[in-house]
Structures are given as C-alpha cells and as structure tokens.
C-alpha cells in the first residue's frame, strides 16, 4: 500500500521526467522599432454639453406637455 501522497502518476505511461528545453536565443533586431506617436489631447468644454443640474447633481426637472408626471407620453385622442 502507498502513503497518502499520490505517486502513481509517475508510473504511468507518458508521464516521464521531461528533459529541459534548449534556451531561446533572442536574435538582435537590424533595425529598431518604430516609435508609437500618440494621440494629442484636447480639452472638452462639458459645461456646454451638460444638462441643468440641480443641487444633488441630478438633471432639473422640467415641464413637458408631451409627458405626463410619470414621465410617459400623453396619447392624445384620435382624430376622426
């Protein structure tokens, strides 16, 4: 009978101790990389993008017949 410790992988078929690969040899290149040019930044203006705030910071309320309190659209009667 065995330890506790499972040793019979290394007995099966394929499961022999591998020989270490040869190093990898990094080649010098001839020519160096070319240089990423990054992207110029620009400053956007939001204050002209944002919607009314109120003081928490949420969009203002704002009226509009369309909608009814909810926020649903009113359906206006059909016309005959």
Same mark, same amino acid.
């Given at each position: 009978? =065995?330890?506790?410790?499972?040793? %019979? *992988?290394? !007995?099966?078929?394929?499961? /022999?101790?591998?020989? #270490?690969?040869?190093?990898?040899? /990094?080649?010098? =290149? %001839? *020519?160096?990389? #070319?240089? =990423?040019?990054?992207?110029?930044? /620009?400053?956007?203006?939001?204050?002209?993008?944002? /919607?009314?705030?109120? +003081?928490?910071?949420? #969009? %203002?309320?704002?009226?509009? !017949?369309?909608?009814?309190? +909810?926020?649903? #659209?009113?359906? &206006?009667? &059909?016309?005959?």
């Amino acid at each position: 009978m =065995r330890d506790k410790k499972d040793n %019979a *992988t290394i !007995d099966l078929p394929g499961f /022999e101790p591998v020989d #270490p690969p040869a190093p990898v040899v /990094e080649q010098q =290149r %001839a *020519t160096p990389r #070319p240089r =990423r040019v990054s992207l110029k930044q /620009e400053q956007l203006d939001l204050l002209g993008l944002l /919607e009314d705030t109120d +003081t928490s910071g949420l #969009p %203002a309320w704002r009226r509009d !017949d369309n909608l009814d309190l +909810t926020g649903l #659209p009113v359906w &206006a009667p &059909a016309s005959r």
